[in-house]
């Protein structure tokens, strides 16, 4: 059966917010769009601080560690002062994160989030006191300090509170200084691993021999589907940054299975561009049954002797829609989007006709729901 899709057909599900990777040729992109390489990473560093300077929207009286903070960080300043008389109404307790480039070295300046851990309202307009930030080691590499920027707000009142955002998590951008530099050489390595972000033995084979083919050697070979070694060639030893300038830069056609990706919860659907559909026909409606409950009240006649009686009423209503049975395949994914357009299918609709046409064998693609 041959589908006729009209001009309003088309963009009938071009208005539903499904998103689509069109089934065109794959295209030439980077290796270093699709891959990292070995010894380019971050780290992970984090700490626990102190934020003055709230205007009365820090940590309750009942945090503790607030509390215990505040009193070991004005012994070690030489001020005594009792625990109970402090009050932290303009203090919050914070996590400290940031993301450390191996490169970076002593002096360099890092980016910092902080993140309130206790019942604090607002880090707005609060300063981060000195903190040190921690490796998975246990060792500072770096110290932060600094005014937030908080990009939210909150007004209360007395029947009523505003929020925009976020307010409990602010940034300190370049608040961090490195005090040490990661152990690590670049250029000492004796052999490059190239991590793909999506693993395809494909692609991985693809860009092994691309490698070798521009090296003039055997020096790369895919290990697996998401790993390709390569050993350095005897003019880049020692000297790995011209090499990896010419290397990231090559271009691949990268290579992907076909795969369906659903998002229940805004009903956002996207295809791969390899997404087959056997020949099936596919018939969706709905089935509406609308209950109304009301109440109708009988009143007496004046000087009866009546009673007033309440007669509980109900209205049902069924609406189902029509629909005829319509023959989906798809040969492409243009031709499987003009089949479901022809159903009149929104994407909540396009979920449970996915889902359908896989358990029938006649989707040919992964389905996955997240």
């Known amino acids: 059966m041959k589908l006729t899709i009209t001009r ?4 009938g599900l071009a208005a539903t917010v499904v998103l689509l990777c069109w089934a065109l040729p794959a295209q030439a992109v980077r290796i270093k769009d699709i891959a990292t390489f070995s010894g380019v990473r971050d780290n992970q560093l984090i700490g626990y601080g102190l934020v003055v300077g709230l205007a009365g929207t820090g940590d309750k009286k009942d945090s503790v560690f607030t509390l215990s903070s505040m009193k070991n960080m004005m012994d070690r300043m030489g001020v005594g002062v009792d625990s109970r008389a402090l009050k932290i ?74 929020t925009k955002n976020i307010n409990t998590v602010g940034l300190i951008p370049g608040g961090a ?18 991590n793909m972000r999506n693993g395809d033995f494909s692609t991985a084979q693809q860009i092994a021999e691309r490698l070798n083919s521009v090296m003039g050697g055997p020096y790369a070979r895919a290990v697996d589907s998401g790993t390709v070694s390569m050993d350095i060639p005897p003019q880049y030893k020692n000297n790995l940054v011209p090499l ?52 109708q009240v009988s009143q007496p006649g004046p000087f009866s002797q009546g009673q007033t009686v309440v007669t509980p009423q109900t209205d049902i209503n069924v609406r189902q829609e029509d629909r005829r049975l319509v ?43 997240i």
């Open 89 to 162: 109404k303009n203090v919050a307790s914070v996590m400290v994160t940031a993301r450390m480039p191996v490169s970076a070295k002593p002096g360099s300046r890092l980016d910092v989030t902080v993140s309130s851990v206790g019942d604090a309202t607002s880090l707005l307009g609060g300063v981060l006191l000195q903190t040190a930030l921690k490796g998975v080691d246990g060792k500072t590499y770096s110290l932060a300090q600094g005014p937030l920027t908080v990009g939210g707000f909150s007004a209360t009142g007395a029947a009523a509170r505003v």
């Open 244 to 295: 990896m300038a010419s290397v990231e830069n090559l271009e691949v056609n990268p290579d992907t299975p076909a795969k369906v990706v659903v998002d229940e919860k805004t009903g956002t659907v996207v295809l791969g561009r390899d997404v087959r559909i056997t020949r099936a026909a596919v018939a969706h409606g709905n089935l509406q049954i609308t209950v109304q409950e009301s109440e």
């Open 327 to 369: 023959m989906v395949e798809g040969a492409t994914l243009q031709e499987l989007v003009d089949g479901l357009n022809a159903v009149g299918a929104t994407p909540r609709d396009l979920i449970s006709i996915l889902r359908s046409l896989q358990a029938s064998g006649s989707l040919h693609a992964a389905l996955e729901v």
């Open 177 to 194: 200084i490195v005090e040490r530099a990661i152990p690590f050489e670049f250029n000492q390595q004796d052999k490059l691993t190239l």
């Open 8 to 11: 309003h057909h088309l963009f």
